[in-house]
């Protein structure tokens, strides 16, 4: 979201953290003030939807039980869209533009940022009940 650094030099620095995760094609990528962004349209698009599904867990925690139940059928479903989002230009049955490529994105990262969510809340909640247990237990008391 910053794009001016990269035009000032810290282009490099920038696109080197992303270059593993993302192609990073100029002509693919959302430009602000004619200077192309670090991550392409999708990626884009998944970050978004990260922090976005992040915000929507405590809202739909009431259907977590539901959302589990049919939690691999959402990302697949969510991946499949992404697939044939891309697929299309290749087989020649579609183009894609901007906005699928950031909306297939948006809507995957959506569940997963819901999932990770959820999954990083148990850990901080597991590691806060093993610090509990550790600082509150007596180990060199006998039991009788």
């Given at each position: 979201m910053i794009p001016w650094v990269?035009?000032?030099g810290g282009s490099v620095v920038w696109r080197f953290q992303y270059r593993y995760l993302c192609h990073q094609m100029p002509d693919r990528c959302f430009r602000m003030h004619g200077i192309p962004?670090?991550?392409?349209?999708?990626?884009?698009g998944i970050y978004a939807g990260?922090?976005?599904?992040?915000?929507?867990y405590w809202p739909l925690k009431k259907w977590d039980h539901f959302l589990l139940l049919k939690?691999?059928?959402?990302?697949g479903l969510a991946a499949c869209l992404m697939f044939l989002d891309w697929l299309g230009p290749i087989i020649s049955l579609?183009?894609?533009d901007w906005?699928?490529?950031s909306g297939t994105g948006f809507v995957l990262g959506i569940v997963c940022g819901?999932?990770?969510a959820k999954g990083m809340l148990q850990l901080i909640l597991e590691i806060k009940r093993i610090k509990w247990h550790l600082l509150f237990s007596k180990p060199?008391?006998?039991k009788t």
């Amino acid at each position: 979201m910053i794009p001016w650094v990269l035009d000032e030099g810290g282009s490099v620095v920038w696109r080197f953290q992303y270059r593993y995760l993302c192609h990073q094609m100029p002509d693919r990528c959302f430009r602000m003030h004619g200077i192309p962004m670090a991550v392409c349209e999708r990626c884009f698009g998944i970050y978004a939807g990260l922090f976005v599904g992040g915000l929507f867990y405590w809202p739909l925690k009431k259907w977590d039980h539901f959302l589990l139940l049919k939690a691999r059928w959402l990302v697949g479903l969510a991946a499949c869209l992404m697939f044939l989002d891309w697929l299309g230009p290749i087989i020649s049955l579609w183009g894609n533009d901007w906005l699928t490529r950031s909306g297939t994105g948006f809507v995957l990262g959506i569940v997963c940022g819901y999932f990770a969510a959820k999954g990083m809340l148990q850990l901080i909640l597991e590691i806060k009940r093993i610090k509990w247990h550790l600082l509150f237990s007596k180990p060199n008391q006998k039991k009788t």
